[in-house]
């Protein structure tokens, strides 16, 4: 997945410097870069045309192979009540629970959600000085690639609930307020670490996550 993301904004901003823009996106790019290299009043030199061919069938390469990564991991997924437990949480999708599966093991190992998101470096590291204490930025202990995915899935969160105010639940608007108040990216950082402990709790407790919708009533 970096190695493709890589390719793309290569691609894009070797266009961009020719005056050419393509929007954001795998769906977008390959097919706007094959357009302009099957243009024959292009203004693209034939060298660099050659190139992006190159480029863009790479990418295209290491997307096929994405989905038959996908294809594996849904069967195996299929196979495992764990793994269905974990994508009831937001934010957690196939590649999120099979990771967490596999690296993490036996969850009993954690006494509480707290403690499973501090192994996952998501908990902000904490300073005392007198009598005043104070809680600094995450620890970023543990295995960064699981906290990555956790943080993108937070994002997720983030943007589906901006997106959908009227199905906006509880978790939800937590981090809309978070959001507010103390910008996207932080709010990002402490909605994984609200999902890490969700995650801990649906699996110790063998139970899917359920969200509890907002009373709108007066």
């Not at 998501?122 to 970023?140: A, C, D, F, Y």
Request: aromatic letters at 4%; proline letters at 5%; glycine letters at 8%.
């Amino acid at each position: 997945m970096a190695t493709r993301t890589a390719r793309l904004n290569a691609v894009r901003g070797l266009l961009r410097e020719l005056g050419v823009a393509i929007p954001v996106g795998a769906t977008r790019v390959v097919p706007a870069v094959r357009a302009l290299c099957a243009q024959g009043d292009s203004a693209l030199p034939a060298p660099l045309r050659d190139v992006l061919r190159e480029a863009a069938a790479e990418i295209g390469e290491l997307e096929r192979r994405m989905r038959a990564l996908e294809h594996a991991l849904e069967r195996l997924a299929s196979q495992s009540p764990l793994v269905a437990r974990l994508r009831t949480v937001p934010g957690v999708g196939l590649l999120t629970a099979t990771a967490l599966v596999a690296f993490v093991g036996d969850i009993a190992r954690f006494p509480s959600g707290r403690h499973f998101a501090s192994y996952l470096g998501l908990t902000p590291r904490e300073s005392s000085s007198g009598l005043k204490h104070k809680l600094g930025r995450i620890s970023k202990r543990g295995d960064p690639y699981l906290r990555m995915l956790l943080i993108h899935g937070a994002r997720s969160v983030l943007t589906h609930a901006k997106r959908n105010n009227a199905s906006r639940d509880g978790l939800r608007s937590l981090a809309l307020s978070c959001e507010s108040a103390r910008g996207h990216n932080k709010a990002a950082v402490a909605l994984a670490n609200k999902l890490a402990r969700i995650v801990w709790a649906v699996w110790r407790n063998e139970q899917p996550f359920q969200l509890r919708k907002e009373n709108t009533s007066p």
